[in-house]
Nanobody, 125 residues
Framework: QVQLVESGGGLVQAGGSLRLSCAAS????????MGWFRQAPGKEREFVAA????????SYADSVKGRFAISRDNAKNTVYLQMNALKPEDTAVYYC??????????????????WGQGTQVTVSS
């Protein structure tokens, strides 16, 4: 398993921006597709964004398209989530996840075998 540690969460006003980072260790990072998921209070965890092992393909939830951008730096073993134009409904714990294999990117949570501990993002109105 790859170990994942998220950072960059915090409190921001609506319309503001945050960049989340997820540092990976323990395995060859470039062998993994990476994803971001989030869980708001009282709700199920949901898909936010994913990126292929080589950065060539990305996928986004409709709710964040045009506002969020996922990227990765394989030399630094890190995946990022740039979040712009934040809304109060983006408030959640954000989780980084890894899916092993040089396969097409997926949005299915069950395909991701390694998860970080999560970082809180709070957007005030």
């Amino acid at each position: 398993q790859v170990q994942l540690v998220e950072s960059g969460g915090g409190l921001v006003q609506a319309g503001g921006s945050l960049r989340l980072s997820c540092a990976a260790s323990g395995r060859t990072f470039s062998n993994y597709n990476m994803g971001w998921f989030r869980q708001a209070p009282g709700k199920e965890r949901e898909f936010v964004a994913a990126i292929a092992w080589n950065g060539g393909t990305t996928s986004y939830a409709d709710s964040v398209k045009g506002r969020f951008a996922i990227s990765r730096d394989n030399a630094k073993n890190t995946v990022y989530l740039q979040m712009n134009a934040l809304k109060p409904e983006d408030t959640a714990v954000y989780y980084c996840a890894a899916s092993f294999g040089l396969v097409p990117v997926t949005t299915r949570q069950e395909a991701f075998g390694s998860w970080g501990q999560g970082t809180q993002v709070t957007v005030s109105s």
